[in-house]
């Protein structure tokens, strides 16, 4: 009887943890979810981005992998872990973990500025390949006359463990294949987000 008394303890305590887990990653989701929103709309509602496009990212990708992909050599962890001050290897892929399916919105971003697929950046970048090769400088400008500024490769952020510090890398659309060397940091002041 002990022995069975003993195993239903186990059960239930083991369910009761599983719970608690479950519910503390759900509401660190949210946490994200919520700061990531405000970052982004905050940072996107600059003069500098009106009239643009911004590339939406790949859902399942960070910004860590998107740097050790194109650039390997270079390990931005360490410099990750210092910017966010974390201690531990597995701290910085749990924040970074925070990040996996989220999902940018057109409301976070100025009336005038489109989010859009890399699909359609691709074709238009193709097009404008073209135009450079066989068109002439009018045609450029036609092209660009709906919206004259340019297209924005966006990470998705990672924020220290109290959500105090940000890190993002907004990348000029054409000038991409960089992507990792201008990192923006973004600390939080009296519930604004003031670039570092």
Same mark, same amino acid.
């Given at each position: 009887?002990? =022995?069975?008394?003993?195993?239903?303890?186990?059960?239930?305590?083991?369910?009761?943890?599983?719970?608690?887990?479950?519910? @503390?990653?759900?509401?660190?989701?949210?946490?994200?979810?919520?700061?990531?929103?405000?970052?982004?709309?905050?940072?996107?509602?600059?003069?500098?981005?009106?009239? $643009? %496009?911004?590339?939406?990212?790949?859902?399942?990708?960070?910004?860590?992998?998107?740097?050790?992909?194109?650039?390997?050599?270079?390990? %931005? !962890?360490? !410099?990750?872990? @210092?910017?966010?001050?974390?201690?531990?290897?597995?701290?910085?892929?749990?924040?970074? &973990?925070?990040? =996996?399916?989220?999902? /940018?919105?057109? $409301?976070?971003? &100025?009336?005038?500025?489109?989010?859009?697929? %890399? $699909?359609?950046?691709?074709?238009?970048?193709?097009?404008?390949?073209?135009?450079?090769?066989? #068109?002439?400088?009018?045609?450029?400008?036609?092209?660009?006359?709906?919206?004259?500024?340019?297209?924005?490769?966006?990470?998705?952020?990672? /924020?220290?463990?109290?959500? !105090?510090?940000?890190?993002?890398?907004?990348?000029? #659309? /054409?000038?991409?294949?960089?992507? &990792?060397?201008?990192?923006?940091?973004? !600390?939080?002041?009296? &519930?604004?987000?003031?670039?570092?």
């Amino acid at each position: 009887m002990k =022995k069975i008394i003993n195993i239903l303890t186990f059960i239930i305590l083991f369910f009761s943890l599983s719970n608690c887990k479950e519910k @503390g990653d759900v509401e660190n989701k949210n946490d994200y979810n919520k700061n990531a929103t405000e970052l982004i709309t905050q940072i996107f509602s600059e003069d500098l981005f009106e009239c $643009s %496009y911004i590339i939406r990212p790949n859902t399942n990708s960070n910004l860590l992998e998107a740097i050790e992909n194109k650039m390997p050599a270079i390990n %931005y !962890r360490n !410099r990750l872990n @210092g910017i966010l001050r974390i201690d531990k290897k597995n701290t910085l892929d749990s924040l970074i &973990g925070l990040s =996996k399916n989220f999902d /940018f919105k057109d $409301s976070m971003f &100025g009336n005038k500025t489109e989010l859009i697929e %890399y $699909s359609k950046f691709d074709s238009i970048r193709k097009k404008l390949d073209s135009l450079a090769q066989f #068109g002439t400088e009018k045609q450029i400008d036609t092209f660009f006359e709906k919206c004259p500024n340019d297209f924005y490769f966006i990470s998705k952020p990672i /924020f220290d463990k109290n959500y !105090r510090t940000a890190v993002i890398d907004i990348q000029m #659309g /054409f000038t991409h294949l960089d992507l &990792g060397s201008h990192l923006s940091i973004y !600390r939080l002041n009296n &519930g604004i987000w003031e670039k570092d």
